[in-house]
């Protein structure tokens, strides 16, 4: 309203700052807020998706059934899934791109303010209604988060539409995220930022967004079949009215596909602002950095039923999908190269944002390697669905996107509360998570080839040894977080002052602003050569 | 430092070595008694060996720069961020790899759609929670159940060497035949799976799918369901019996005998108390897993059966539900699944046990009045 007004003290309005009190939140149209309450909100849904891993590791700690029922177990597994992705990895990247993509560009802030307010505040009704659903009778859902028909309709527990509307509200959300990135990026870059100048975070974000909106209505559409066959009498995917229960998984892994690298791509953005720094040299191979990230965004619409290898798809499909699938490991493996070749013949020194994407890089390229095997239909067909898959997806997520989001909040928190924290307590962090996410998952490897099938509450007795040290990782993990939480909020209150620049060797927009970063940054645009 | 580079890559590399011999300790894929099972392993053992090379070439470069290229080390930044022709290699070089690798696997995928000429051919349907076997043309049809009593799964016994991998009738099929497999399920999806043959398929309402196997050594082989398929997907084993041609045979005929004499049951009468035992065997092979074994159910998904109307009144009802199902519900249609014999012992069972005390006793010829109605 103020800004339509011609004020003659003008400094003043400049620098005005929040309001006080429950409504600066509630009614904020700042980036940086709305930023902060993304974080604060992942986080906090990374620590309940957290508690019903460390539930299902604690079950699976010996054979036996000892602490849960089957039922209840497999709505860990779902919601542990669903929270994960939807609430955890998802709304962080979202909570970066606020905070840093206007401050990169030179924006004074993201173009859609009220739409950006209204995107978050969704968040936390969908996940209210999505973790009600375990107070209720019948129970939370139950059928994996790839929620298979007829396993979601037909036999699914009567929350299944709290699910469904949960999942609606969540794809709003991002689809309004994802709109207001491009039409920050596209129309407010700072005059000589162009394209090509972009920082890669930056890039990753626009194609994500695109991502997004291509592939979030796809998610919407199968639910609302969902909804239909469950209330409404339809058969979409019921074969005893004429339909398809493969159709579903067509559809939903045309969304599904597209989804992890929309969890993986901003991750692949914060490492490559965050290894050039540390490096003290610039990022090898921009360009094709830049077309890498799109061939692989592309080449995620055409590789989806490399997750339905056992469905039973004519030959010429399966072939098809292998060596679409097989192609993405050349751009992915670019990016690779060209993150090694930064850090090759510069000046490394290893402050946990470092530590975390060095980490990031080699344990990626595991997952990687790892899915490259997973391409080779025959072999999936002894893969598929066992826990290889799972140490798999886990070793991409964890170390990929998680890592990757660690590691951002180590770059950009002196930035964002104007105090350093604490490297010590910052590398216990690091060595900790380190070492409790390869001892949670690396063993899940040899379970899956031995053949222990995913999502199972017990198992079979050859499985017991590995099993027993996953869970004592993955409680290492878990506990690890704590440290975390604990050391940002030290960081926040009491942290040592940081300079503006705060890393040597760091480049780029957002370290030209003062730290902390004032409410509103680039009200008048900056010059960029 | 090169002699302790040297021995460190030595040591790492016959640990993986380690880990590859060792395959019978469940590191590993199982090499499986099939050809296209040895295929299959070759495969993932080349891929596995090309990442490793991969691996540690990237990584070698990347932990050079990170001991040699510190800044406390006084290393200072060189400023090269392009070279187009060692990214023109890069790219091109994983290329030629992965053709390399696409060819051997296009070949084994072909072999393994190829189910032509089947010796045997058996029809393999899944239910929630168990599998059915049905040998095409010789009239032998049976479910497969898993056998691990409760108490071991709630740890009150010790766990047998077989725990969760065993089951009261085995798939029996003849060593070295092409045997060819047609999948469907009854209700949700599931998936059949023995790691020695290599053979995964997905068992999908509505759809048959095709598969086939030739085994090489007789022996018992184990696998599990691997799509999630409800409450018990962890408890519905697969077992396969490999046997030679003439022990087959015999095994075929014994069962072709059964089917007789079970169809000659069904003209007989029995007592309220041999109703009773057959009812209760029956109930804990089928009905327990979700009406419990106290028939409480595990309420609003499987109701109690305990004083209910349908249990302890409606007598029709109760056969009705039983024989045709619950539409829309978890409550499948055991009319095809059950014998009548079988079906009339468990509504005996179930509206006499647990205080229903209603004193009917019902008989097959009560079943099959209702299925001729």
Redesign the interface.
Same mark, same amino acid.
């Given at each position: 309203m103020s800004a339509v007004i011609d004020n003659p003290s003008h400094d003043d309005h400049e620098h005005h700052g929040p309001t006080k009190g429950i409504a600066r939140w509630l009614f904020t149209t700042n980036h940086k807020d709305i930023g902060s309450m993304y974080l604060w909100f992942s986080f906090a849904m990374f620590l309940v998706g957290g508690c019903m891993a460390l539930t299902i590791r604690a079950e699976l700690f010996q054979p036996g059934l000892q602490l849960v029922e089957p039922e209840f177990f497999n709505q860990m597994t779902t919601m542990h899934g669903l929270i994960m992705v939807f609430g955890a990895v998802m709304p962080a990247f979202v909570g970066l791109a606020n905070w840093m993509i206007p401050m990169m560009v030179g924006a004074p802030d993201m173009a859609l303010p009220r739409m950006n307010n209204w995107s978050f505040w969704i968040l936390p009704f969908a996940f209210g209604l999505l973790l009600s659903t375990l107070f209720m009778e019948g129970g939370a859902p139950n059928f994996g988060w790839t929620f298979y028909a007829p396993l979601s309709t037909t036999y699914a527990p009567d929350t299944v539409t709290y699910f469904i509307f949960g999942v609606h509200m969540m794809g709003i959300s991002s689809i309004m995220g994802a709109i207001n990135v491009i039409a920050t990026i596209l129309n407010m870059r700072a005059p000589g930022m162009t394209l090509m100048k972009m920082p890669l975070f930056v890039w990753t974000w626009l194609i994500t967004a695109f991502l997004l909106i291509a592939v979030m209505p796809v998610l919407a559409g199968v639910v609302t079949m969902m909804l239909m066959d469950v209330h409404f009498g339809t058969s979409f995917f019921d074969a005893a009215g004429g339909g398809d229960p493969v159709l579903f998984q067509h559809i939903f892994w045309f969304f599904g596909h597209p989804e992890v690298y929309i969890m993986i791509l901003p991750a692949f953005g914060v490492v490559s602002q965050i290894i050039p720094t540390f490096s003290r040299k610039p990022l090898f191979g921009y360009h094709s950095m830049v077309y890498a990230v799109a061939s692989i965004a592309i080449l995620s619409f055409i590789v989806w039923a490399h997750h339905m290898f056992t469905v039973g798809m004519p030959l010429a499909g399966e072939l098809f999908f292998m060596y679409a699938t097989m192609l993405i490991a050349v751009p992915t493996g670019v990016k690779v190269f060209n993150w090694i070749t930064t850090m090759f013949r510069g000046s490394l020194t290893f402050e946990a944002p470092m530590l975390f994407s060095v980490a990031f890089v080699v344990l990626f390229t595991i997952g990687g390697f790892s899915g490259l095997m997973l391409a080779i239909a025959p072999s999936d067909f002894q893969y598929h669905d066992t826990y290889f898959v799972v140490a798999h997806f886990h070793y991409v997520l964890v170390p990929g996107a998680i890592f990757g989001i660690f590691a951002a909040v180590y770059y950009w928190l002196p930035k964002w509360c104007g105090r350093m924290y604490s490297e010590p307590l910052a590398k216990a962090h690091f060595w900790l998570s380190f070492i409790g996410m390869n001892l949670a998952f690396f063993p899940m490897h040899f379970l899956g080839l031995a053949g222990m099938p995913r999502r199972i509450p017990d198992y079979a007795l050859q499985f017991a040894d590995f099993n027993s040290i996953s869970s004592v990782g993955a409680f290492i993990f878990g506990a690890t977080q704590l440290l975390f939480l604990y050391l940002v909020i030290k960081a926040i209150r009491s942290g040592e002052p940081a300079t503006d620049q705060v890393w040597e060797g760091a480049e780029g927009l957002e370290w030209t602003v003062s730290s902390p970063a004032p409410y509103h940054t680039f009200s008048t645009p900056p010059e960029v050569k | 430092m090169r002699s302790r580079l040297v021995k460190a890559l030595s040591l790492l590399l016959s640990a993986i070595y380690a880990a590859d011999v060792s395959a019978e300790y469940?590191? &590993?894929?199982?090499r499986g008694v099939t050809d296209?099972s040895h295929? #299959?392993y070759d495969?993932?053992m080349t891929?596995?060996w090309i990442?490793v090379a991969?691996?540690v070439v990237?990584?070698g470069?990347?932990f050079y +720069?990170?001991f040699k290229?510190?800044?406390?080390k006084g !290393?200072?930044?060189?400023?090269?961020? %392009? &070279?187009t022709t060692?990214?023109i290699i =890069?790219?091109i070089v /994983?290329?030629i790899i992965?053709v390399v690798?696409?060819i051997p !696997?296009?070949k084994?995928?072909?072999e393994?759609?190829d189910t032509s000429d089947a010796d045997v051919d058996i029809k393999i349907t899944g239910y929630?929670w168990k599998w059915r076997y049905e040998y095409l043309g010789s009239g032998v049809d049976f479910f497969s159940n898993m056998s691990t009593p409760k108490e %071991?799964?709630? &740890?009150a016994q010790e @766990?047998n060497?077989?725990?969760?991998?065993e089951v009261d009738n085995e798939l029996v099929v003849p060593v070295g035949k092409k045997i060819r497999f047609l999948i469907t399920a009854n209700?949700?999806?599931h998936?059949w =799976?023995i /790691?020695d043959f290599? #053979? @995964? @398929?997905?068992a999908?309402?509505?759809?048959i799918?095709?598969s086939w196997t030739r085994i090489n050594e007789p022996g018992v082989y184990r696998?599990?369901?691997? %799509?999630?398929?409800?409450?018990?997907?962890?408890?519905m084993p697969v077992v396969v019996r490999v046997v030679e041609q003439s022990e087959y045979d015999d095994w075929l005929a014994q069962k072709q005998e059964e089917a007789k004499a079970a169809a000659e049951l069904a003209k007989l009468t029995f007592t309220l108390e041999e109703q009773m035992e057959r009812g209760e065997k029956v109930y804990a092979t089928n009905c327990a897993a979700c009406h419990q074994p106290n028939g409480q159910g595990?309420p609003? !998904?499987f109701p109690s059966l305990v004083g209910t109307e349908i249990a302890t009144k409606l007598l029709d009802k109760h056969i009705e539900v039983v024989v045709d199902g619950v539409a829309? +519900? !978890?409550m499948q249609a055991y009319g095809g699944q059950l014998s009548e014999v079988d079906i009339a012992a468990v509504i005996t069972y179930e509206r006499n046990a647990w205080g229903n005390d209603t004193g009917d006793n019902v008989s097959a010829k009560d079943i099959v009045d209702y299925k001729n109605k």
């Amino acid at each position: 309203m103020s800004a339509v007004i011609d004020n003659p003290s003008h400094d003043d309005h400049e620098h005005h700052g929040p309001t006080k009190g429950i409504a600066r939140w509630l009614f904020t149209t700042n980036h940086k807020d709305i930023g902060s309450m993304y974080l604060w909100f992942s986080f906090a849904m990374f620590l309940v998706g957290g508690c019903m891993a460390l539930t299902i590791r604690a079950e699976l700690f010996q054979p036996g059934l000892q602490l849960v029922e089957p039922e209840f177990f497999n709505q860990m597994t779902t919601m542990h899934g669903l929270i994960m992705v939807f609430g955890a990895v998802m709304p962080a990247f979202v909570g970066l791109a606020n905070w840093m993509i206007p401050m990169m560009v030179g924006a004074p802030d993201m173009a859609l303010p009220r739409m950006n307010n209204w995107s978050f505040w969704i968040l936390p009704f969908a996940f209210g209604l999505l973790l009600s659903t375990l107070f209720m009778e019948g129970g939370a859902p139950n059928f994996g988060w790839t929620f298979y028909a007829p396993l979601s309709t037909t036999y699914a527990p009567d929350t299944v539409t709290y699910f469904i509307f949960g999942v609606h509200m969540m794809g709003i959300s991002s689809i309004m995220g994802a709109i207001n990135v491009i039409a920050t990026i596209l129309n407010m870059r700072a005059p000589g930022m162009t394209l090509m100048k972009m920082p890669l975070f930056v890039w990753t974000w626009l194609i994500t967004a695109f991502l997004l909106i291509a592939v979030m209505p796809v998610l919407a559409g199968v639910v609302t079949m969902m909804l239909m066959d469950v209330h409404f009498g339809t058969s979409f995917f019921d074969a005893a009215g004429g339909g398809d229960p493969v159709l579903f998984q067509h559809i939903f892994w045309f969304f599904g596909h597209p989804e992890v690298y929309i969890m993986i791509l901003p991750a692949f953005g914060v490492v490559s602002q965050i290894i050039p720094t540390f490096s003290r040299k610039p990022l090898f191979g921009y360009h094709s950095m830049v077309y890498a990230v799109a061939s692989i965004a592309i080449l995620s619409f055409i590789v989806w039923a490399h997750h339905m290898f056992t469905v039973g798809m004519p030959l010429a499909g399966e072939l098809f999908f292998m060596y679409a699938t097989m192609l993405i490991a050349v751009p992915t493996g670019v990016k690779v190269f060209n993150w090694i070749t930064t850090m090759f013949r510069g000046s490394l020194t290893f402050e946990a944002p470092m530590l975390f994407s060095v980490a990031f890089v080699v344990l990626f390229t595991i997952g990687g390697f790892s899915g490259l095997m997973l391409a080779i239909a025959p072999s999936d067909f002894q893969y598929h669905d066992t826990y290889f898959v799972v140490a798999h997806f886990h070793y991409v997520l964890v170390p990929g996107a998680i890592f990757g989001i660690f590691a951002a909040v180590y770059y950009w928190l002196p930035k964002w509360c104007g105090r350093m924290y604490s490297e010590p307590l910052a590398k216990a962090h690091f060595w900790l998570s380190f070492i409790g996410m390869n001892l949670a998952f690396f063993p899940m490897h040899f379970l899956g080839l031995a053949g222990m099938p995913r999502r199972i509450p017990d198992y079979a007795l050859q499985f017991a040894d590995f099993n027993s040290i996953s869970s004592v990782g993955a409680f290492i993990f878990g506990a690890t977080q704590l440290l975390f939480l604990y050391l940002v909020i030290k960081a926040i209150r009491s942290g040592e002052p940081a300079t503006d620049q705060v890393w040597e060797g760091a480049e780029g927009l957002e370290w030209t602003v003062s730290s902390p970063a004032p409410y509103h940054t680039f009200s008048t645009p900056p010059e960029v050569k | 430092m090169r002699s302790r580079l040297v021995k460190a890559l030595s040591l790492l590399l016959s640990a993986i070595y380690a880990a590859d011999v060792s395959a019978e300790y469940g590191l &590993n894929m199982p090499r499986g008694v099939t050809d296209i099972s040895h295929s #299959v392993y070759d495969l993932h053992m080349t891929i596995f060996w090309i990442c490793v090379a991969i691996g540690v070439v990237v990584f070698g470069v990347m932990f050079y +720069s990170i001991f040699k290229h510190r800044k406390s080390k006084g !290393a200072v930044a060189s400023n090269f961020h %392009e &070279n187009t022709t060692i990214e023109i290699i =890069w790219t091109i070089v /994983p290329v030629i790899i992965l053709v390399v690798m696409a060819i051997p !696997a296009t070949k084994t995928l072909v072999e393994m759609y190829d189910t032509s000429d089947a010796d045997v051919d058996i029809k393999i349907t899944g239910y929630q929670w168990k599998w059915r076997y049905e040998y095409l043309g010789s009239g032998v049809d049976f479910f497969s159940n898993m056998s691990t009593p409760k108490e %071991e799964i709630y &740890n009150a016994q010790e @766990k047998n060497e077989n725990y969760l991998l065993e089951v009261d009738n085995e798939l029996v099929v003849p060593v070295g035949k092409k045997i060819r497999f047609l999948i469907t399920a009854n209700d949700v999806i599931h998936s059949w =799976w023995i /790691p020695d043959f290599a #053979v @995964k @398929k997905d068992a999908i309402p509505g759809f048959i799918n095709e598969s086939w196997t030739r085994i090489n050594e007789p022996g018992v082989y184990r696998g599990q369901c691997t %799509e999630l398929c409800g409450k018990d997907h962890g408890f519905m084993p697969v077992v396969v019996r490999v046997v030679e041609q003439s022990e087959y045979d015999d095994w075929l005929a014994q069962k072709q005998e059964e089917a007789k004499a079970a169809a000659e049951l069904a003209k007989l009468t029995f007592t309220l108390e041999e109703q009773m035992e057959r009812g209760e065997k029956v109930y804990a092979t089928n009905c327990a897993a979700c009406h419990q074994p106290n028939g409480q159910g595990i309420p609003p !998904a499987f109701p109690s059966l305990v004083g209910t109307e349908i249990a302890t009144k409606l007598l029709d009802k109760h056969i009705e539900v039983v024989v045709d199902g619950v539409a829309g +519900s !978890a409550m499948q249609a055991y009319g095809g699944q059950l014998s009548e014999v079988d079906i009339a012992a468990v509504i005996t069972y179930e509206r006499n046990a647990w205080g229903n005390d209603t004193g009917d006793n019902v008989s097959a010829k009560d079943i099959v009045d209702y299925k001729n109605k």
